[in-house]
């Protein structure tokens, strides 16, 4: 099947704030094309240009080995570079699952895992300038090569035109571990050759997120399995020069019994402190949501294993949260099958101060029939939030977005607006603020 994706621009109309349209298509059902050659682009990632536009990554089968490829849209919908994208890496063998981070001048870094070695999958990453043009060695640099394999890569800019990436890593016995590396503006890696373990002790690590931590360091966060009994929450702040900062072993976020996963992170504004969200089945019986402050100094600022953010019955899962300076806290959406028969889409926002601001488990953004799921999240810039999601109410895939002011009201359309209900599917969806 042939997919094509699009991107959304959101305006608000601020006081006498006029719009201007340029490329973008007003009707949902066309919407503005990236990239439409041959074969299949999947899996798209976005990250602010820093002028009301973005630069996407995607995995890209024209070849059809897959290669990644990378496009710049102004926010007037134009298209910046070559058409179909620049290919941030097209060696002849597989790169898949990109990641990106604005680099803070129109352009973005991104990294990939690669299979070039030939015998396991590698880091890689590139940096792409404000033209489109490649300023790393061609087809990347080597974030880290090990004789294993090394998935999953998760990036964020260092603040000064390089990068912070961490990743999964698997070792001789087929455990796996988190290790991160920082790659500076002209594309060498700081710390030890092929990065460090985010934490020293023995266990199985997975799902890697991190953050800035706003003084030229990271934090992270990941699943961690040192119970040997079901996985937990744990971070690290790693300062620029590759010492962590919360000690070998990183700080418990949550250790509550039972299963917790999908860990996501957001900034404490001014604080330099993170929010963290995670899906957890403390009850034994279902998966809900909750969340934690944790402080520069690595200490939990609310109740100890987190505050509930949803505990409705059955399953919440696929968490994405947003916080920001004109929000008091963060903001956390969710797809949720409390109604027992389809997924719909949630949200809740829990303040600064650990308490839940809106409905007890969560308003409702879009209870359909039929399943809501995907949902990705940004703040509107006036303490609220914009979320988009995929939608099967037609039978097929389509994209839909709403936004909630910072008090929990529903700003658009009843169950969202169509921003892609072209014929055929529309997925993987994902989106950013145009500032």
């Not at 298209?79 to 898949?96: H, L, P, R, S």
């Amino acid at each position: 099947m042939k997919i094509k994706f699009t991107v959304l621009n959101l305006f608000l109309i601020l006081g006498t704030t006029t719009l201007s349209f340029g490329q973008w298509s007003n009707f949902s059902t066309i919407n503005t094309s990236v990239c439409n050659a041959t074969g299949k682009q999947v899996d798209p990632r976005m990250a602010s240009d820093d002028k009301g536009g973005a630069v996407i990554v995607w995995e890209d089968y024209r070849t059809p080995i897959a290669d990644i490829y990378v496009q710049r849209i102004d926010k007037y919908g134009f298209v910046k570079w070559t058409t179909n994208g620049v290919g941030a890496c097209t060696n002849a063998v597989d790169q898949i699952s990109p990641s990106i981070t604005a680099d803070g001048k129109s352009g973005a870094i991104v990294a990939w895992s690669d299979f070039r070695s030939g015998t396991s999958l590698d880091i890689y990453a590139q940096k792409i300038d404000s033209n489109g043009t490649a300023q790393w060695t061609t087809n990347g640099i080597i974030v880290t090569s090990k004789s294993i394999k090394e998935q999953g890569a998760k990036i964020t800019s260092d603040g000064n035109g390089g990068v912070f990436v961490v990743w999964e890593q698997m070792d001789a016995m087929g455990v796996w571990d988190v290790w991160a590396q920082h790659i500076n503006a002209s594309g060498v890696a700081t710390w030890a050759t092929g990065g460090i373990p985010v934490c020293g002790t023995v266990a199985n690590r997975i799902n890697p997120r991190l953050q800035e931590d706003g003084k030229g360091g990271i934090f992270v966060v990941w699943q961690d399995y040192r119970s040997g009994a079901n996985y937990d929450i744990y971070a690290q702040r790693i300062n620029v020069s590759g010492t962590l900062l919360w000690g070998s072993a990183g700080i418990a976020v949550c250790a509550a019994t039972n299963t917790q996963s999908e860990p996501k992170i957001a900034p404490k504004e001014n604080t330099g402190g993170v929010y963290v969200c995670w899906v957890d089945k403390r009850n034994g019986v279902d998966y809900d949501l909750y969340a934690q402050l944790i402080d520069s100094s690595g200490n939990a600022k609310w109740a100890t294993n987190g505050v509930v953010v949803t505990a409705a019955t059955n399953n919440q899962s696929a968490p994405d949260i947003v916080s920001s300076r004109t929000i008091n806290g963060v903001i956390v959406t969710w797809k949720d099958i409390r109604s027992g028969t389809n997924y719909d889409i949630y949200a809740q926002r829990i303040d600064s101060t650990g308490a839940a601001q809106w409905t007890t488990d969560g308003i409702v953004i879009s209870n359909l029939a039929n399943d809501q799921l995907n949902p990705n999240i940004d703040e509107d810039m006036l303490g609220g939030a914009i979320i988009a999601w995929q939608d099967s109410l037609t039978g097929e895939w389509d994209v839909k977005s709403q936004r909630v002011d910072a008090a929990g009201n529903i700003q658009w359309t009843a169950n969202g607006v169509n921003v892609g209900n072209a014929p055929n599917n529309q997925v993987s969806v994902k989106n950013i603020s145009d500032g």
